[in-house]
């Protein structure tokens, strides 16, 4: 991913609903980070991110795909082939 992903939708949601749930700074967050490696990130608070950003992004993350995150850039480009799916 370019350095624009950092400035861009689904990235920045992603990194604030993150940020909010794992009670840490959105600087924290970056494109490398393993998912459940960001402080306070564990399987269940891994559910509840993914469940508002489904809401928030309006959606729906399939088991598989979700499998297959492992990074915050994996979930970045999951979010972003899912919303230009749905226009």
């Known amino acids: 991913m370019t350095d624009t992903t950092l400035l861009e939708e689904p990235f920045l949601t992603i990194q604030r609903i993150i940020a909010q749930v794992a009670k840490t700074s959105p600087q924290a967050v970056v494109l490398e980070n393993p ?30 795909q979700l499998f297959a995150i492992s990074t915050v850039g994996d979930f970045v480009a999951v979010c972003r082939d899912l919303t230009a799916a749905r226009t």
Do not use: C, F, Q, Y
Not at 46 to 58: K, Y
């Open 35 to 64: 998912v459940t490696g960001i402080t306070n990130v564990d399987s269940i608070v891994m559910l509840e991110i993914v469940a508002r950003v489904e809401l928030e992004l309006d959606i729906e993350i399939d088991e598989e």
